[in-house]
C-alpha cells in the first residue's frame, strides 16, 4: 500500500494583506508572464524529486522549474480562482509525480495559518525556455 504524500509548494507572502491584495490583483490584471518558447513535446507527468520551486504566473499559468534548470509551463484547462493572488497552493500525490490529471489546492491566509480555498485540476506540462533565461 502506498501512503499519500501531502507536499506543499508555497510562494512567500510579503508585506501585509492589504499591500499584498492589491499587488496580486495588479499583477493579476495584467497577468505578466514571461514569454515561453516551446522546446519539445507535452507531458503528462514531471518529476517531483526532481522539481525546485513553482512560479505561479496567473489563474492559469504555473511555471514549473526542475533541478538542473529544465522548465515545464503548466496551462491550467480552467481559470483557477485566487490563484494568481495568492500565487501558494498545496498538491497530495501517492507516486512521485505530478501529473496532468491531478487536482491543486490554492492556499490562502486565514487567521495564523494556511487553508486551501478551492481546487483546480492541471493541465500538460509544456517544456519551455522562458525569456531571459540562460538555460
Do not use: W
Amino acid at each position: 500500500m502506498r501512503a499519500i504524500i501531502p507536499i506543499a509548494l508555497m510562494l512567500t507572502a510579503a508585506g501585509c494583506a492589504t499591500a499584498r491584495d492589491q499587488a496580486g490583483a495588479e499583477q493579476q490584471a495584467a497577468d505578466v508572464r514571461p514569454a515561453a518558447t516551446p522546446t519539445g513535446d507535452p507531458v503528462d507527468c514531471i518529476s517531483t524529486i526532481r522539481l525546485r520551486q513553482s512560479h505561479v504566473r496567473s489563474d492559469r499559468v504555473i511555471d514549473f522549474e526542475m533541478v538542473g534548470g529544465k522548465m515545464y509551463r503548466n496551462t491550467l484547462p480552467n481559470r483557477c480562482p485566487l490563484l494568481g493572488l495568492e500565487r501558494r497552493f498545496s498538491y497530495e500525490t501517492r507516486i512521485n509525480q505530478l501529473c496532468s490529471v491531478d487536482i491543486i489546492r490554492v492556499l490562502s491566509v486565514q487567521g495564523a495559518g494556511l487553508q486551501p480555498t478551492g481546487a483546480c485540476g492541471l493541465g500538460p506540462f509544456q517544456p519551455v525556455k522562458l525569456e531571459g533565461q540562460s538555460r
